[in-house]
């Protein structure tokens, strides 16, 4: 009996031994290129994983100086395949030195954050 009810037990634990929560291998990063007045802005998202998967994702971009104020948001739902780096927008914008940018990227599934990149430019005074 209890030889049985050990081999009942490995078995179990045998096939439940694989439910530990998968982490996600998903990276998202902002690239910046030019000079102050010509930058491009890129956010992109790697999924780094062995399987598809459904993401949101959020792009905020806040421009601040004396003159304006201005905020930038973009939402939007993509399936990232496996392996795959998808670039998700562009903005070229022109800037000045006594501007401050801040440009940040989340990256959520299942209403949970699994990537998060953020990028500050701070006005010369």
Known sequence: ??????????????????????????????????ELSLLSVRAKIENASQENVFLNYELEMHS??????????QKGKLLALKGTIIALSEYRMNARSTEELCVRIKVLKDNKIVALDSVVFHAAK
């Open 64 to 73: 601040h100086s004396r003159i304006k104020n201005k905020k930038t948001l």
């Open 1 to 34: 009996m209890i030889f049985r009810l050990l081999i009942l037990f490995q078995f179990i634990s045998v096939l439940g031994g694989d439910s530990a929560p998968k982490q996600d291998k998903i990276k998202a990063w902002i690239e910046i290129e030019g």
